[in-house]
Every structure is written in C-alpha cells, then in structure tokens.
C-alpha cells in the first residue's frame, strides 16, 4: 500500500490482560476497516509480568467480541528494546506512563511515549480506567474510551485529505460501520 515503513505503535497497560490489549484490538479493527493494515504494526504490553503468555481477561474478550473486536494478543512485559522498536508508546494511566519513563531512564529513544486519552474526541478523562476490579460496564466504558481515542490517534497518524468528514477516519462515527 505504501513504500513508507510502517508506523509502529505499542500500547500499555499494568498487566496487558484488559485495556492495552483492547486499545490494539481497536486499533487494529479500526485500520483493518480504513485497509491500512500494511501501514502499521501494533502491539501491547503490560509494564508487570504476572500474566505473561495470557489471553486477554474473559470479560474484555466478551465485550470486545459484542462490537466485533477481536483481541489476538498474549500478555507480555515491556522491554527496553521496546522503546527502539516503536515508534509511539501509549500508556492507559499515569503509574504506567512512569513506568515507561523509568525503564527509558535518561537515555534518548525512538519513541514518543504519551497517555493514550491525549487522541480522544469526545471524551474528556486523563486516564483508562482499570475494569479489572469492577463490573462489566467497565469494560464497556474502556472500550468507548480506546475507540475514541484509537480514532482520535489514527487521525493523527494518517490524516485525511482536507474537506471530508473527520469524525472518524471513514467519516462514519464510531466502529460500528
């Protein structure tokens, strides 16, 4: 699709079991849709290790799959190869965040690390909440939060021609196209 090398994107979450892996599934669904899958890599990952080799939590897979989102990933603990590897690092709170930063130490890296929240559109919180404790509207409200912000960052990404509709990269809102 493109001669460019793809834009690599990793997000990060505590255990990479609820929000990271969600926020790739989205935004791997939402550049599927847009048939940009060429342009990018996309991964997750979790700034802890007690569920490296784990599936995605069975309630964030069940949430996911009501809106046709699949999430494909393992857990796994970020490294600081990551940190050359990617492109944009972005994290679902502030505790990761710094945790990023604490593994990027004072040295330089290739990527830009940023709270995933900064692309949303119509939502207005610093953080993704963690569902892992609550009930299943939690999972409901993260995935409206990455679904917004993953259009939000796709827009920013691989803008549009000036003119269309930019509410979401096909000009129709939401992922349920």
């Given at each position: 699709m493109t001669s460019s090398p793809p834009?690599?994107?990793?997000?990060?979450?505590?255990?990479?079991?609820c929000r990271s892996p969600a926020a790739e599934g989205c935004f791997l669904h939402l550049i599927a849709r847009e048939q940009l899958a060429d342009a990018f890599v996309v991964?997750?990952?979790?700034?802890?290790?007690?569920?490296?080799?784990?599936?995605?939590?069975?309630?964030?897979?069940?949430?996911a799959a009501r809106r046709g989102i699949q999430l494909p990933s393992r857990a796994r603990q970020i490294a600081r190869s990551d940190l050359e590897a990617f492109d944009h690092i972005l994290t679902m709170d502030a505790d990761n965040l710094a945790a990023v930063q604490r593994l990027a130490g004072p040295h330089p890296t290739r990527a830009t690390m940023a709270p995933i929240t900064r692309y949303c559109r119509r939502h207005r919180l610093l953080e993704v909440p963690?569902?892992?404790?609550?009930?299943?509207?939690?999972?409901?409200?993260?995935?409206?939060l990455l679904e917004d912000a993953c259009e939000g960052l796709l827009a920013e990404l691989w803008p549009r021609p000036?003119?269309?509709?930019r509410s979401s990269p096909s000009g129709m809102p939401g992922f349920r196209a």
């Open positions: 834009i690599k994107v990793l997000f990060v979450c505590l255990g990479n079991i991964d997750s990952a979790g700034t802890g290790h007690w569920h490296v080799g784990k599936p995605a939590d069975r309630r964030m897979l069940e949430a963690d569902p892992y404790y609550g009930g299943p509207d939690g999972f409901e409200q993260v995935l409206d000036r003119g269309g509709d």
